[in-house]
T-cell receptor
Framework: EAQVTQNPRYLITVTGKKLTVTCSQNMNHEYMSWYRQDPGLGLRQIYYSMNVEVTDKGDVPEGYKVSRKEKRNFPLILESPSPNQTSLYFC???????????FGQGTRLTVV | DAKTTQPPSMDCAEGRAANLPCNHSTISGNEYVYWYRQIHSQGPQYIIHGLKNNETNEMASLIITEDRKSSTLILPHATLRDTAVYYCIVRVPLIQGAQKLVFGQGTRLTINP
């Protein structure tokens, strides 16, 4: 089954404690991206990757890092989480050039 | 990418057709219309897309006006599970760059029993 898998689904952490949210897709998609969703602000792109070892900033990259060492994986790293990063996070993947994206089920992160 | 306008909310009776409108009056010739939906706080789900012609798949139909300035997503026999926020997105197919999907506020569709 074609899917994008994120882990964990829920996470409560403390300010400053490094964390990683994993994202994996099984569709051989070149393009992967991370979004965050906040009430009233909709979905905003954090980072994206056009292929292995090719990443770039989206609209709200501050406080986040990503890596793309393998085509299927695109982890989101918060080196020093802060409360304003409390949000619902989605990973998405697609073939290059298409707007037909597959989204993961989301990770609800709370930073206290 | 062209801006889209959707009604903030709609209601529909279970079993009836749900028709969700979207205005995209500034759409350009090579921009596609995409529809996604988000059920509660799950990940957005692709529904359908089109350029000029009407499209149909197992989930829905997409009707695009001849001038392409508006479109309608049709769920032919709405069920309670179709209750969701529906997003209309217009975008150019890019090979390079951010390729982000710009989600507006969408239409909150409620299917009533």
């Amino acid at each position: 089954e074609a899917q994008v898998t994120q882990n964990p689904r829920y996470l409560i952490t403390v300010t400053g404690k490094k964390l990683t949210v994993t994202c994996s897709q099984n569709m051989n998609h070149e393009y992967m991206s991370w979004y965050r969703q906040d009430p009233g602000l909709g979905l905003r792109q954090i980072y994206y990757s056009m292929n292995v070892e090719v990443t770039d900033k989206g609209d709200v990259p501050e406080g986040y890092k990503v890596s793309r060492k393998e085509k299927r994986n695109f982890p989101l790293i918060l080196e020093s989480p802060s409360p304003n990063q409390t949000s619902l996070y989605f990973c998405a993947s697609s073939f290059q050039g298409t707007g037909r994206a597959f989204f993961g089920q989301g990770t609800r992160l709370t930073v206290v | 990418d062209a801006k889209t306008t959707q009604p903030p909310s709609m209601d529909c009776a279970e079993g009836r057709a749900a028709n969700l409108p979207c205005n995209h009056s500034t759409i350009s010739g090579n921009e596609y219309v995409y529809w996604y939906r988000q059920i509660h706080s799950q990940g957005p789900q692709y529904i359908i897309h089109g350029l000029k012609n009407n499209e149909t798949n197992e989930m829905a139909s997409l009707i695009i006006t001849e001038d392409r300035k508006s479109s309608t997503l049709i769920l032919p026999h709405a069920t309670l599970r179709d209750t969701a926020v529906y997003y209309c997105i217009v975008r150019v197919p890019l090979i390079q760059g951010a390729q982000k999907l710009v989600f507006g506020q969408g239409t909150r569709l409620t299917i009533n029993p």
